[in-house]
């Protein structure tokens, strides 16, 4: 197949796929390692570490209010505040230290692509809010990054 006809017939992406081939496993693109501390981490570890947070910014809220199953609009209540204390909980953790509670429970470590030592709250709080509106979280390119990742210039490693 001649070289102009292989850019749009082989598919969107085509045309950006490095010489040698496409990439044997996500993060090779940018270095990082396959497996182990440094390597990207998978989409399953990822939403497990998002759903501990959930879970603890939902026993934290509990702690100021009580949730009554029985009022569906104390329940409204109840979860709008429980996402406002997950949205903190997760900008200032990552803002400050690269992670959640979550995150250091499982191993994960969020680092700004720059490579500044911190990713600090321009990055984490833009980095958050789309993660709530889930879309961006969920559609992920070839190196494991979400649309939140790349419009923040982040991404979530394994540091064990």
Do not use: C
């Not at 990552?94 to 692509?113: D, E, H, I, Q, Y």
């Amino acid at each position: 197949m001649s070289r102009w006809t292989g850019t749009w017939l082989s598919g969107p992406g085509a045309a950006a796929e490095p010489s040698d081939g496409p990439a044997r496993y996500r993060g090779e693109r940018l270095g990082a390692p396959e497996r182990g501390p440094g390597s990207v981490a998978s989409n399953g570890i990822r939403l497990g570490a998002l759903v501990i947070d959930l879970v603890l910014a939902s026993l934290v809220t509990s702690l100021f209010l009580r949730p009554d199953y029985n009022d569906p609009a104390g329940m409204w209540r109840f979860n709008y505040l429980a996402g406002l204390v997950w949205l903190v909980i997760t900008a200032v953790g990552v803002s400050l230290g690269g992670f959640t509670p979550a995150k250091a429970l499982l191993g994960l470590r969020v680092v700004a692509m720059d490579g500044k030592p911190v990713v600090g709250p321009f990055r984490a709080i833009p980095r958050t809010v789309l993660i709530a509106l889930v879309i961006p979280a969920v559609i992920t390119d070839r190196d494991g990054r979400g649309l939140h990742d790349r419009a923040t210039g982040t991404i979530e490693l394994r540091t064990r």
